[in-house]
């Protein structure tokens, strides 16, 4: 990155590592000086809750409120009944309006960590696009924003192209949502005084769409800015662990297992975590990221703790190290142990202990963990088990049991939900 920006917001978003692309940096950079600028991300309404793939974009609207500007929460209330086809393999399931309006309403609880919502200049404000999209006249809308829009340059997106390239099938109804994501840019820059629209950088060619079509109906300048996609340094998709995604909501996943997601963080992956996920000062995560050997445990500690507080707040993340110090020093195996989680429909009224050890995955099969239990092998808190017929109820799971399969191989197990 050459450019050297004045603005705060966007000196931020370069030296933390926010910024993939930008439509006009020079252009964007002054608006940010001269004004207070109204800014969105999307969010389609397809679970209950985001998970830690989102947090780069949550930040980056609360750091756009940090430095002064007023960030817009845009919720997929109409979009979501389209569907997303950016960078998928097959169409996504269709939710009904109910649904939908029920996973809005516990994606709000997000937000509140991360962003001041009311009526001041720069407090953020959640709209919902089902108010411009579900009563569009269909003939109106092919004849007034339909026109704008060339088949030939959809067609030659990434985000489409890939699905061709492959064969994959790609639905008349998903083809129209670039569409209508270009059309929300316009209708929150006419009713919001909306100028930049934010997204991963899979959504270039949605936010290139908006801006062209918004200058072509309203001849107003806007701008669009994109963060890259991110991977952990082992290639995998952020937001994602053994047990399933990373939920942002704590009556999903935990704030201890959310603690312990980043507490496991690859080493190669903590100082620029630091830069994305925390508020501490750039020369403190270089700080952190740098160092080695046993250390480095100290700043992953930092870095749950500091992720922690934000989206649960600071009692739920010195809980949740204090939980990891008991379990993990008391035993003394280390904290790199792996968390298993059992839902509150899995649990019942009690699961066997057996069962448990199987699907913890720290044994095959009821036999192989009857015959452990037998040599003595199987321990539970690290205490010998000696019963195979055990039962563990609710009160067992109040706090996160360690289970034990010999000396070396432990697992944690979790109640979510």
């Not at 919720?75 to 393999?89: H, L, N, Q, Y």
């Not at 699907?359 to 003595?376: D, M, P, Q, T, Y």
Request: hydrophobic residues 40%; contains cysteine; charged residues 25%.
């Amino acid at each position: 990155m050459t450019y050297h920006p004045k603005s705060e917001f966007m000196r931020v978003m370069i030296e933390r590592g926010f910024l993939a692309d930008c439509t006009d940096y020079q252009a964007l950079d002054e608006a940010l000086i001269e004004g207070i600028v109204p800014a969105y991300i999307g969010f389609d309404a397809t679970a209950k809750s985001l998970h830690v793939g989102s947090l780069i974009q949550i930040m980056m609207l609360r750091w756009l409120q940090k430095t002064g500007h007023k960030p817009i929460v845009l919720m997929g209330g109409g979009t979501t009944k389209v569907g997303d086809p950016s960078f998928r393999a097959d169409e996504r399931p269709l939710l009904g309006p109910e649904q939908i309006d029920e996973n809005i309403e516990g994606i709000k609880k997000v937000f509140s960590s991360y962003v001041t919502f009311g009526d001041g200049t720069n407090d953020a404000e959640m709209v919902n696009n089902a108010e411009w999209l579900d009563d569009l006249n269909y003939l109106d809308f092919l004849r007034d924003i339909g026109r704008h829009f060339s088949v030939n340059r959809m067609l030659a997106f990434e985000s489409v192209k890939s699905r061709l390239d492959r064969e994959q099938s790609l639905s008349f109804l998903e083809f129209n949502y670039m569409i209508l994501q270009a059309y929300d840019f316009l209708e929150l820059n006419r009713r919001y005084g909306c100028l930049l629209q934010m997204g991963g950088s899979d959504q270039w060619g949605n936010i290139v769409n908006g801006i062209d079509l918004t200058r072509r109906v309203l001849d107003n300048q806007i701008f669009g800015l994109t963060s890259p996609l991110l991977t952990t340094s082992d290639g995998k998709k952020m937001g994602k662990s053994q047990d399933g995604a990373v939920w942002l909501n704590p009556d999903m996943r935990s704030p201890y297992e959310f603690w312990q997601f980043w507490r496991n963080t690859t080493d190669a992956d903590v100082g620029r975590f630091l830069k994305l996920y925390t508020e501490l000062p750039i020369e403190e995560c270089e700080r952190l990221g740098a160092l080695e050997g046993s250390e480095i445990n100290d700043a992953k500690i930092r870095l749950a703790n500091e992720v922690t507080a934000l989206a649960h707040g600071a009692d739920a993340a010195a809980a949740a190290e204090a939980t990891a110090r008991e379990v993990f020093e008391k035993g003394g195996i280390g904290a790199d142990l792996p968390t298993f989680s059992l839902t509150s429909e899995e649990l019942g009224e009690g699961i066997s202990i057996v069962q448990l050890l199987v699907k913890s995955g720290l044994v095959k099969s009821g036999k192989e963990a009857k015959r452990l239990i037998a040599e003595n092998g199987a321990k539970v808190n690290d205490e010998s088990l000696t019963t195979p017929g055990l039962m563990i109820d609710a009160d067992a799971l109040a706090e996160p049991l360690k289970l034990s399969a010999g000396k070396k191989r432990h697992a944690l197990v979790t109640l979510v939900g």
